[in-house]
């Protein structure tokens, strides 16, 4: 929300309009949340593929974390934009603004708080070692800042904090205005994130635990929070990964913990807000870092190279995009890959030639499996996707190419004349009439060429639309078989001659 809203809108300069927009873009996304449950349109966040995600979040937390070093180096003046060279320009250009004192205060925590985040890792009994690590670090800097009144070192603190309750901060919510289109914007791409991140976070405990959890309700429970959040100075939130890991781990099994974490905020927003008088800014940009830093899963990233080049297409667009475009961007270019890979998937669905297996029925990729051979006479191909409109002269095309390229192997070869075509329809969950249309052509156009088209084991809704289309009738029952194997034994015993 920071980097969406910072890029328009100064903190600094602009605070009343900059909280204002925070607020309303937090009142938007609840909206968007609790519409999505309302009419159970959940699916929707199945677009954003866990390719996608990977990517996304491993940019935001760079360029999240690039944005800390303004207080990691002790920088004063820095950028608002929030794509990658903006950012490191801002470095680089203000050097002669680096401290040194908090850069020693900055790295050393960090340090202590990747560590003890590894620790955590290793050895899941010792998760407290990371959970406290943040508020120990806190603690430590807080005294050295005050032991050595920083101002004097170098290194800027946060100054006097208000105590007490958050403020109502309905009368700032705004629906009209030219920043209006900037948070809806910014409500609907946050609430995208933390809705995604809060039905993940749902979905691996309730794994955990053996229990369901309905997508539906949980976006009615975040959009309702969200939108009662707004009108109390709170911006977009979700279900917490690290806290509920907390919970889980220390054997929370109601919901009193949260109690309890709630009456731990409200004592300190109302008694110890003093306290963090002099803790040091750049104590706080190292906390950010550490808590972003585990959305890098290039692990993840290296694992979609391996099994699946448009996934890892999709991650990194989503990935550049938003380091080197902006955040909604980015998100959008990843989702555009995301849509494009499945309208691929649609209009060029796999096919592929079998073989038998010898010494069994069994038939094969003949390109997967070595052992898998040629039934002479016959080429069996096998369609993979459903046959639609979209992908049904495509699947023409390529069975006529599979037969040209299979006769013309026949011919290098020698091999016996190809005589009959096999289509196996198993995994042909559905068909349309441009599909029914195809077969029926593409049986013409064998006839033509006197070979014979045959296919084999179309399920049961696939035999209703060819029945209904009165297509059997063109075919004649004798070309369907239940099995590969039982059509070509069938048709190989009608090729030879009579007694």
Known sequence: ???????????????????????????FAGVFHASLGLLRLGFVIDFLSKATLLGFMAGAAVIVSLQQLKGLLGIVHFTNKMQIIPVLTSVFEHKNEWSWQTIVMGFGFLFLMLTARHISIRKPKLF?????????SV?????????IRSKAHGISYIGHLQKGLNPPSLNMLFFNGQHLALAIKTGIVTGILSLTEGIAVGRTFASLKNYQVDGNKEMMAIGLMNMAGSCTSCYVTTGSFSRSAVNYNAGAQTAVSNIVLAAAVLVTLLFLMPLFYYTPNVILAAIIITAVIGLIDYRGAYKLWKVDKLDFLACISSFFGVLFISVPQGLAIAVGV???KILLHVT?????????IPRTQIYQNLHRYKEASRVPSFLILA?????????STYLQERMLRWIREEEEWINENHESNLKCIIIDMTAVTAIDSSGIDILCELRKILEK???????????GSVMEKLHQSKALESFGTSSFYLTVGEAVGDI???WKPQP
Do not use: H, K
């Open 383 to 391: 369609i993979e996707s459903p046959m639609y409109f979209a992908n």
């Open 128 to 136: 407290w070692v990371s959970a406290a690590a943040p508020l120990t």
């Open 348 to 356: 060029r669905p796999n096919t592929v030639v079998l073989g038998n």
């Open 449 to 459: 060429r006197s070979l014979q088209l045959v296919l084999v084991n179309p399920v």
């Open 338 to 340: 995301s849509v494009f």
């Open 1 to 27: 929300m920071g980097t969406m809203l910072s890029g328009s809108v100064s903190p600094t300069d602009e605070p009343n309009l900059y909280l204002q927009l925070a607020f309303t873009a937090t009142f």
């Open 139 to 147: 603690i430590l800097s807080t005294i050295i800042v005050f032991c």
């Open 492 to 494: 190989s015993a009608s």
